[in-house]
C-alpha cells in the first residue's frame, strides 16, 4: 500500500488534485475513471518524516497481537455489534502502531464492499492463508464470529508450539554463546600474556597443545586472521542462503534437517501435530478436503511435508483415500498416523480422528522439549567442562615443565 498523487480534468476542464492511497497507480486510475475524470499523472510519493521512525516496527504485527484482535473482534461480534463497527472500534482502542495501519485499510476495504477475507488477504502479515480460508468458509457459512475463535485458538496454539520450541533450546545457545565468548576472551587476550611470560623464561619447546592455542591465538589477533575468519563466514552464510533459495537446496536443506538425532524428531513431529490440527480445524469449517490439503501444504514450512501433502491432494482430488497416498511416503508420516486416518475416512470423522492425533502429537512435543532440554544441558556442560581442562593444560604444561628443569 502506498501513497499516490494524482491530477486529473473534470468535465468542465478544472484541474483537480490530490492524494489517495492504494495498492497500486491503475487502482487510483480506476478510482479516478469512476469519477468521470480525465487523468493527467498518478505518481507515487515518498513521504517520509522523522517522527514516523519511532513507529517503525521490524518482523509485523505479533503474533500476540493478531491473537488478541482475533478474541476481540469474534466477542464483539458475537455480542451482536455490525462488523463495520467492531473494525472500527478495534482501529481506534489497539495500541499497536503497525497493527492500528493494518486494521485501517482492513475498515476502509470492507467499508467499501470488499468481503472481510479478501481484505485480510491483501495485508499478508496479519492472518496466513490458512486463516484466510477459515474466514472464506465462515462467511459462506454465517458464523463468522465462531470462526474468528477457531482462528484465535490456531494462533493461540502456534503460540505456545513456538514458546516450547524457543524455550527447549534457549539455555544451550546461551552456554554456547557464553563458552565461545569466554574461549575467544581467552584466545586474545589471557595466551597472548602467557607466551609471552614463556619466552622470558626461556622455554624453547612447548606441549603440543600449547602450541596449538598459541597459534590460534596469533590468528585471532592478526586483523589479517580477523579478516580471514569473517570472510569465512560471510561466504559460507551467503553461499547457504543461496543454495537454499533454490526449490532443490531447500528440499535438501529441510529432510537433512528431519535426519538429526532428537532436533529432526521433534521438527516432524511439530509438522505432524500442525498437519491434524490443520486438517480437524478446516473439515470442521466446511472447507472442501483437497483445498484443505493445498492449504495445508502452502503453510508447511518443511519443504519434505510440503512436496507429500501436496501429491496427497493430487491423488484425493482423483479420488483415492488420503490415508493410502500419505502411505507412499518413505516414513515421513508415521504407520500409527495413517491408520486413524483410514479409520476416520471409514468411519466419516476424519475431522474428530485428526483432532485426537493433533492432542496425540502435542504430548509428544511436550515430552521431546523436554527430553530435549534435559539432553542439552549435560552436553553443554561436558563440552564447557572439556573445554577448560583443555585450557588449562595448555597453560600449566609449560609451568610444570619451567619447574622441573628449574628443580
Same mark, same amino acid.
Given at each position: 500500500?502506498g501513497v499516490y498523487t494524482y491530477s486529473a480534468t473534470d468535465i468542465k476542464g478544472r484541474t483537480i488534485k490530490g492524494k489517495r492511497e492504494a495498492e497500486s497507480a491503475d487502482e487510483v486510475a480506476n478510482f479516478l475513471h469512476e469519477k468521470n475524470l480525465v487523468i493527467g499523472n498518478v505518481r507515487e510519493t515518498i513521504n517520509f518524516q522523522f517522527g514516523e521512525i519511532l513507529n517503525i516496527q521490524i518482523g509485523?504485527?505479533?503474533?500476540?497481537?493478531?491473537?488478541?484482535?482475533?478474541?476481540?473482534?469474534?466477542?464483539?461480534?458475537?455480542?451482536?455489534?455490525?462488523?463495520?463497527?467492531?473494525?472500527?472500534?478495534?482501529? *481506534?482502542?489497539?495500541?499497536?502502531?503497525?497493527?492500528?495501519?493494518?486494521?485501517?485499510?482492513?475498515?476502509?476495504?470492507?467499508?467499501?464492499?470488499?468481503?472481510?477475507?479478501? &481484505?485480510?488477504?491483501?495485508?499478508?502479515?496479519?492472518?496466513?492463508?490458512?486463516?484466510?480460508?477459515?474466514?472464506?468458509?465462515?462467511?459462506?457459512?454465517?458464523?463468522?464470529?465462531?470462526?474468528?475463535?477457531?482462528?484465535?485458538?490456531?494462533?493461540?496454539?502456534? *503460540?505456545?508450539?513456538?514458546?516450547?520450541?524457543?524455550?527447549?533450546?534457549?539455555?544451550?545457545?546461551?552456554?554456547?554463546?557464553?563458552?565461545?565468548?569466554?574461549?575467544?576472551?581467552?584466545?586474545?587476550?589471557?595466551?597472548?600474556?602467557?607466551?609471552?611470560?614463556?619466552?622470558?623464561?626461556? &622455554?624453547?619447546?612447548?606441549?603440543?597443545?600449547?602450541?596449538?592455542?598459541?597459534?590460534?591465538?596469533?590468528?585471532?589477533?592478526?586483523?589479517?586472521?580477523?579478516?580471514?575468519?569473517?570472510?569465512?563466514?560471510?561466504?559460507?552464510?551467503?553461499?547457504?542462503?543461496?543454495?537454499?533459495?533454490?526449490?532443490?537446496?531447500?528440499?535438501?536443506?529441510?529432510?537433512?534437517?528431519?535426519?538429526?538425532?532428537?532436533?529432526?524428531?521433534?521438527?516432524?513431529?511439530? *509438522?505432524?501435530?500442525?498437519?491434524?490440527?490443520?486438517?480437524?480445524?478446516?473439515?470442521?469449517?466446511?472447507?472442501?478436503?483437497?483445498?484443505?490439503?493445498?492449504?495445508?501444504?502452502?503453510?508447511?514450512?518443511?519443504?519434505?511435508?510440503?512436496?507429500?501433502?501436496?501429491?496427497?491432494?493430487?491423488?484425493?482430488?482423483?479420488?483415492?483415500?488420503l490415508s493410502t497416498q500419505l502411505a507412499k511416503t518413505e516414513g515421513v508420516f508415521p504407520m500409527v498416523l495413517l491408520k486413524m486416518l483410514a479409520t476416520g475416512e471409514e468411519t466419516g470423522k476424519l475431522d474428530q480422528v485428526s483432532a485426537d492425533m493433533a492432542k496425540f502429537y502435542e504430548e509428544e512435543v511436550n515430552q521431546l522439549t523436554s527430553t530435549l532440554s534435559k539432553v542439552m544441558e549435560p552436553l553443554?556442560?561436558?563440552?564447557?567442562?572439556?573445554?577448560?581442562?583443555?585450557?588449562?593444560? &595448555?597453560?600449566?604444561?609449560?609451568?610444570? *615443565?619451567?619447574?622441573?628443569?628449574?628443580?
Open positions: 500500500m509485523g504485527v505479533p503474533l500476540k497481537e493478531r491473537l488478541i484482535f482475533a478474541k476481540q473482534l469474534a466477542t464483539m461480534l458475537n455480542a451482536g455489534l455490525p462488523l463495520i463497527q467492531a473494525l472500527e472500534i478495534l482501529v *481506534q482502542q489497539t495500541e499497536n502502531k503497525a497493527l492500528q495501519k493494518k486494521l485501517s485499510r482492513i475498515y476502509k476495504d470492507v467499508a467499501s464492499g470488499v468481503r472481510l477475507s479478501d &481484505a485480510f488477504r491483501k495485508e499478508k502479515s496479519m492472518f496466513n492463508e490458512t486463516q484466510v480460508n477459515l474466514l472464506v468458509a465462515g462467511e459462506n457459512s454465517g458464523n463468522l464470529n465462531e470462526i474468528l475463535l477457531r482462528i484465535a485458538e490456531d494462533l493461540e496454539k502456534s *503460540q505456545a508450539l513456538r514458546g516450547k520450541l524457543v524455550g527447549a533450546l534457549i539455555y544451550p545457545v546461551i552456554l554456547l554463546v557464553a563458552l565461545v565468548g569466554v574461549f575467544a576472551i581467552m584466545l586474545i587476550f589471557m595466551i597472548p600474556a602467557v607466551s609471552d611470560l614463556y619466552k622470558e623464561f626461556g &622455554a624453547d619447546s612447548l606441549p603440543w597443545i600449547t602450541t596449538v592455542l598459541i597459534s590460534m591465538s596469533n590468528f585471532l589477533t592478526n586483523p589479517a586472521g580477523i579478516f580471514g575468519i569473517i570472510a569465512f563466514f560471510v561466504i559460507i552464510y551467503v553461499g547457504f542462503r543461496y543454495y537454499r533459495v533454490t526449490p532443490e537446496g531447500r528440499y535438501n536443506v529441510d529432510r537433512l534437517i528431519l535426519k538429526i538425532p532428537i532436533f529432526g524428531n521433534l521438527i516432524s513431529k511439530i *509438522q505432524l501435530t500442525q498437519f491434524c490440527r490443520l486438517l480437524s480445524l478446516l473439515l470442521k469449517s466446511g472447507v472442501p478436503i483437497v483445498t484443505v490439503l493445498e492449504t495445508i501444504a502452502n503453510a508447511s514450512n518443511n519443504r519434505v511435508f510440503e512436496a507429500v501433502i501436496r501429491d496427497a491432494a493430487v491423488q484425493v482430488a482423483k479420488g483415492n483415500p553443554i556442560l561436558i563440552l564447557v567442562g572439556g573445554g577448560v581442562a583443555v585450557m588449562a593444560l &595448555a597453560i600449566y604444561m609449560p609451568i610444570y *615443565q619451567l619447574g622441573e628443569l628449574a628443580g
